[in-house]
T-cell receptor, first 115, second 111 residues
Framework: EPEVTQTPSHQVTQMGQEVILRCVPI?????FYWYRQILGQKVEFLVS????????KSEIFDDQFSVERPDGSNFTLKIRSTKLEDSAMYFC?????????????FGPGTRLTVL | DAKTTQPPSMDCAEGRAANLPCNHS???????VYWYRQIHSQGPQYIIH???NNETNEMASLIITEDRKSSTLILPHATLRDTAVYYC????????????FGTGTRLTIIP
């Protein structure tokens, strides 16, 4: 069964450094998402992406964040200058997009630790 | 999207049916009820969704009341691997695509 994959599974970085989190959505899916979950808190929406542009973003997704689909298979989340409070699990999701009721499928997540 | 209310935690004996309730009294006519679960810190896993008819798949059954103001997710024969946080999410099929997660129900399966 096709799955969303994410790399790395765990990323440790120093505050102020740039990180890129990578995702390979399910093939033929058209809509892509990033969510994050700070330890012990809810899963929070960050951004949705369709047709090579952001379709919606949350207040969390400020100028430090960017997303890209560089090669038709990968979907990346970049954090330009990490802060301690960026430490969280980051989940990528994708959905087919052929109808409004279709389902988002999530990857296993990347645990980002900012020191 | 309509707000949902779920009990914070539940226990169920292994092998028994786990029935997880969800209230969504402000649901509108075109909004669907989705269920996801999250095992430990893994990515949320899709379980099932429905509009007004009861639904069943290989994982679970979804019972939606006639007035659609509440629903119940049923895991027919719970196993230890079903221990997870279960999220009930109401979502419109139009426009706003994001999933809004609440705090869910922490289901613990007791051996």
């Amino acid at each position: 069964e096709p799955e969303v994959t994410q790399t790395p599974s765990h990323q440790v970085t120093q505050m102020g450094q740039e990180v890129i989190l990578r995702c390979v959505p399910i093939s033929n899916h058209l809509y892509f998402y990033w969510y994050r979950q700070i330890l012990g808190q809810k899963v929070e929406f960050l951004v949705s992406f369709y047709n090579n542009e952001i379709s919606e973003k949350s207040e969390i997704f400020d100028d430090q964040f960017s997303v890209e689909r560089p090669d038709g298979s990968n979907f990346t989340l970049k954090i330009r200058s990490t802060k301690l409070e960026d430490s969280a699990m980051y989940f990528c999701a994708s959905r087919p997009g052929h109808k409004g009721t279709d389902t988002q499928y999530f990857g296993p997540g990347t645990r980002l630790t900012v020191l | 999207d309509a707000k949902t209310t779920q009990p914070p935690s539940m226990d169920c004996a292994e092998g028994r049916a786990a029935n997880l309730p969800c209230n969504h009294s402000t649901i509108s006519g075109n909004e669907y009820v989705y269920w996801y679960r999250q095992i430990h810190s893994q990515g949320p896993q899709y379980i099932i969704h429905g509009l007004k008819n009861n639904e069943t798949n290989e994982m679970a059954s979804l019972i939606i009341t006639e007035d659609r103001k509440s629903s119940t997710l049923i895991l027919p024969h719970a196993t230890l691997r079903d221990t997870a946080v279960y999220y009930c999410i109401v979502r419109s099929p139009f426009g706003n695509e994001k999933l809004t997660f609440g705090t869910g129900t922490r289901l613990t399966i007791i051996p």
